[in-house]
């Protein structure tokens, strides 16, 4: 039995009300996430703060994994956008981009995961862009922003989105694409981008 297939009984044990299950996964990627969140997140008492609202939005999600990634590549994905939006909580610098794809987490090693220049440019540059996205957020409808939230920071998919907003699947698309649309049109100016690049 792989690693994957023993990570999988967890989940259906949890998914079914085990809730000693789930504590078995928190105990087996604790330290994993924790080393991985520890290259956005500087201060250890963040990171652990991080690390568990992951899990709690892990543990509350539980019922929408349906197995199609393994669960760290799941658990991955929802760590990092917890910290993207713990940092952006905090008017702090995001990261724009990570070194390996999250489909590839269950692989990663202890090696630097995450790529980022640190030029004084880069650095100002990627400050603005944050403030500006979350600006950007901020000021759209709360249909809109719900959707964008929930697609880019909670990374459901589109069929969850539109059961938890309680609309059909073309709305929900209609929305992140709106949403997508007014926040490039806000960063626009910073990226001097062509009117035909979405972010």
């Given at each position: 039995m ?10 259906t044990r949890?998914?079914a009300g ?8 928190v105990v087996?990627?604790h330290?994993k ?12 008492a ?14 509350r999600?539980?019922?929408n ?16 956008n917890?910290?993207k939006n713990?940092l ?10 990570t ?5 590839e987490a ?14 004084p ?5 990627s ?11 901020l ?6 922003r719900?959707a ?13 989105i539109?059961v ?7 709305t929900v698309r209609s ?18 981008a ?6």
């Amino acid at each position: 039995m792989t690693d994957r297939d023993i990570d999988q009984q967890l989940v259906t044990r949890a998914q079914a009300g085990d809730k000693q299950a789930f504590d078995l996964l928190v105990v087996k990627y604790h330290r994993k996430l924790g080393r991985l969140l520890s290259r956005l997140i500087k201060d250890p008492a963040e990171v652990e703060d991080v690390t568990q609202e992951a899990f709690i939005k892990a543990y509350r999600a539980l019922a929408n994994f349906r197995g199609d990634s393994a669960f760290y590549t799941w658990l991955y994905r929802i760590g990092i956008n917890t910290a993207k939006n713990y940092l952006v909580s905090q008017g702090r610098r995001v990261p724009t981009s990570t070194a390996m794809d999250a489909d590839e987490a269950e692989g990663l090693s202890e090696a630097a995961l995450l790529q980022e220049s640190s030029t004084p440019e880069s650095l100002l540059l990627s400050k603005e862009l944050g403030e500006a996205v979350n600006s950007a957020m901020l000021s759209l409808p709360e249909e809109l922003r719900t959707a964008i939230q929930l697609r880019e920071l909670e990374a459901m998919s589109y069929e969850d989105i539109a059961v938890m907003m309680d609309c059909p699947i073309g709305t929900v698309r209609s929305r992140i694409f709106r949403a997508r649309e007014a926040i490039s049109e806000q960063l626009r100016p910073l990226l001097d981008a062509r009117k035909d690049k979405r972010w």
